[in-house]
């Protein structure tokens, strides 16, 4: 299910739709798990018996526990479908406090990429697929079909928040949803660099170079191509410090894009490898490496489909 439901029911000062409860209500009947948040637009502290998490958990946290509080502990955990458990005599005392409300992403198959201010918006505006978003104090709130682990400061403005965080209601949002890209899930592999061991580069295997030979389909020329790609490869040369992982994955999704309309093939292979050696000569794990490049050759795709 997609959080698109609009309340109308009676109106209040905090939700102009409805009550908290009136909206919890309506986004569970949309299949969408909903909680309370308290002053500060954080969820109500756990119970005295749940403090500390010393019952376990929620069946439903990553660490399952045997906690069946009827009370909304444990934070996103305590995200419901369920209307009897939101309108129980324990939950009431809290809905009295309530001043918003918030649901679990993940509980509904849904990552949201929180974009927390004009920059993030900006970025993700040139580098990732559009879909349904909704606006925030600060920023935009980009809503994909798909659950995904959940991360902080995946770059500069940027957290995404999906299984195990909630995202705070503002409002069904404007456009269509998009499936996941893979754009977004690249955002979560940790990117710092290590400092490169002697020469990392030359442990990668020998693969075919770029030419005309492995790019018989392409309609731009050699030249074209390759001034592109020692443009490329130098930005991520210069990430010493950090971020070469993003820079490739980001260099891969640019320089494919440029071949979206040859017949192919354009020899991106060939171009990925060359991707790849250059951010582990900068000490970023082959592996990580190998997926970010391939991830933004795919992002390419899929943002020109």
């Known amino acids: ?29 949309a299949g969408v798990p909903a909680l309370p948040l308290r002053a500060g637009k954080v969820p109500f502290g756990n119970c ?3 403090k500390g998490n010393a019952c376990g958990g929620r069946p439903n946290m990553k660490a399952a526990g045997p ?33 918003a409300v918030a649901y679990h992403p993940g509980g509904a198959g849904l990552t949201v990429v929180d974009l927390d201010n ?13 879909t349904r978003t909704v606006p925030t104090t600060r920023g935009e709130h980009w809503l994909y079909q798909g659950a995904m682990p ?22 069904p949002g404007t456009g269509r949803m998009a499936v996941l890209p893979a754009a977004v899930r690249a955002l979560l592999v940790k990117e710092d660099t290590t400092p490169a061991r002697g020469e990392v580069a030359s442990s990668l295997p020998t693969r075919a170079p770029l030419s005309r030979e492995v790019a018989t389909g392409c309609r731009h020329t050699e030249r074209y191509v390759r001034t592109g790609l020692e443009r490329g490869l130098a930005l991520v040369r210069a990430r010493t ?13 640019f320089l494919a894009a440029q071949h979206t309309a040859c017949p192919g093939p354009c020899g991106l292979a060939a171009v990925g490898e060359e991707i790849v050696t250059a951010a582990v000569s900068v000490g970023v794990p082959e592996a990580y490496a190998r997926r970010a490049v391939a991830n933004g050759l795919e992002a390419a795709v899929e943002r020109a489909a």
Request: charge should be positive.
């Open 118 to 130: 004009a920059a993030a918006v900006a970025w993700a505006r040139a580098t990732l697929p559009a």
């Open 1 to 29: 299910m997609t959080p698109d439901c609009k309340t109308r029911r009676r109106a209040s000062g905090n939700h102009p739709d409805g009550s908290p409860l009136d909206t919890a209500l309506h986004l569970a009947a």
């Open 67 to 99: 906690c069946r509080c009827p009370a909304p502990c444990h934070a996103w955990a305590a995200a419901t479908t369920d209307p009897r458990v939101l309108t129980s005599p324990v939950w009431a005392a809290v809905w009295r406090e309530a001043v």
């Open 150 to 171: 959940s991360a902080n400061a995946v770059r500069p403005g940027v957290d995404i928040k999906s299984l195990m965080q909630y995202a705070r209601w503002l409002g």
């Open 48 to 50: 005295r018996t749940c």
């Open 241 to 253: 410090e950090s971020g070469a992982g993003s820079q490739a994955f980001g260099v891969a999704r």
